[in-house]
């Protein structure tokens, strides 16, 4: 059921609680990656721009709920929406509800912003304690989930809050409704051929989206370490490859049940291996079939470049998450590059591409084709999830359009 946006609600003069997801990376005391922050100005440029005012939640990092810790203040977010924005951002409190913060919210004037310090400060929020969320709600005349990167997580300020606020307008974002749309086409409704490229570090974090996604795929690629336990399941030798044994019989399972559909499964056929795992020590040696004992697969193969990337090139849509390798290391990064450049190039053919969040969001923006895909999600654990399926209750709380 298509659900209400911010567009569609009267919001002058109102208090509109917003819960955006500025938990963006900082290295040094400052912010490498603002793109979170970015993509949530055309829901709260909306708010401002109708004359009503923007209360933002979010979290940062992850404290325990035992009060305020520095290093996973939102303060520096803050700083930073004022500068995107061109105007203050009202910052107070050291709790998303202690007295400071909620002077705050009660001194906002009409088109006028405030953050909340970092809603994991307090225990109430992973619990989704009735008592924080009621003081959460009290701030707002309507709620608006702008944080894609947390839907999938019912905590006190996606799940509870909302709860709290029946019977005053419950919307999404922008950027929610930007995520939802990209998603759910691509999993109902994906222009043919439909290619899911999934790598990362284990074959657990992505079987659910394999089960879901095989009948409905023309191919499935797979790299990362997570193709060591596939390999491993065909007696392929690994040397000292990561495997998640216990999963070896459900790789197994994928591949059977692959054989028997009309999805292609591509696996790796070459590796570029190191003796360590690290940047700048060890022994590289590229292996095809077998990888030599004491060697670790680190990345894929000049050979299994090229073959996915002559498939991808073919995709009308193509869903991508996860790296092929240890793309933080140069040495093993190539892989990664060269799937990200063939995304790029099918997109620029007329092919939608989406990005997972996370590390595969991580990586088009280090190689500088983000904007070079049709949409790149903030969220990475959300996005799998959807691709698996799964509904939100964060979203299927809000009202129906």
């Not at 709790?95 to 906002?108: E, F, I, K, R």
């Not at 692959?258 to 690290?278: G, I, M, N, W, Y």
């Not at 022994?283 to 990345?299: R, S, T």
Request: hydrophobic share 40%; charged share 25%; with cysteine.
């Amino acid at each position: 059921m298509p659900k209400k946006t911010i567009a569609q609600i009267d919001v002058k003069s109102k208090k509109v609680l917003i819960r955006v997801d500025f938990n963006v990376p900082i290295e040094d005391g400052v912010i490498t990656d603002d793109r979170r922050i970015r993509e949530a100005l055309p829901t709260i440029k909306s708010v401002l721009d109708r004359g009503g005012r923007a209360i933002l939640m979010s979290h940062l990092g992850r404290p325990e709920g035992k009060g305020f810790e520095k290093e996973f203040s939102l303060k520096i977010a803050a700083d930073k929406l004022s500068q995107l924005l061109g105007k203050p951002v009202v910052f107070a409190g050291q709790d998303p509800v202690d007295a400071a913060a909620a002077a705050g919210v009660a001194g906002l004037k009409d088109g006028e912003v405030m953050l909340l310090e970092n809603v994991r400060f307090n225990k109430g929020e992973k619990k989704g304690e009735a008592e924080y969320c009621a003081k959460l709600a009290a701030y707002g005349d309507a709620y608006c989930n702008d944080a894609f990167g947390t839907s999938h997580r019912a905590e006190g300020s996606m799940v509870g809050v909302p709860k709290a606020m029946t019977g005053k307008p419950r919307v999404m974002g922008f950027l929610v409704e930007k995520e939802l749309k990209f998603l759910h086409a691509a999993i109902e409704k994906p222009a043919k051929p439909f290619i899911v490229v999934l790598g990362g570090a284990k074959v657990s974090d992505k079987m659910g989206c394999i089960e879901n996604l095989l009948p409905k795929a023309d191919t499935i690629i797979v790299g990362g370490a997570m193709a060591y336990t596939f390999l491993a399941a065909l007696g392929k030798k690994i040397g000292t490859s990561k495997v998640e044994t216990d999963r070896i019989a459900d790789a197994k399972k994928i591949i059977d049940l692959a054989a028997r559909s009309k999805c292609e499964l591509l696996l790796p056929v070459d590796h570029v291996c190191s003796t360590q795992f690290s940047e700048d020590a060890g022994d590289i040696e590229v292996y095809d079939e077998h990888i030599k004992d004491g060697f670790m697969g680190l990345d894929i193969g000049p050979k299994t470049q090229t073959k996915y990337a002559m498939a991808i090139r073919k995709a009308k849509t193509i869903v991508w998450n996860g790296p092929m390798g240890v793309f933080e290391f140069l040495p093993f990064a190539t892989g990664t590059q060269q799937v990200a450049k063939a995304i790029a190039e099918a997109t620029k053919g007329g092919a939608t591409s989406i990005v997972g969040g996370g590390d595969s969001a991580a990586a088009v923006e280090k190689f500088h084709l983000a904007s070079a895909m049709s949409h790149v999600s903030t969220g990475g654990g959300a996005s799998l999830e959807m691709l698996e399926g799964k509904k939100f209750e964060s979203v299927e709380l809000l009202d129906n359009a």
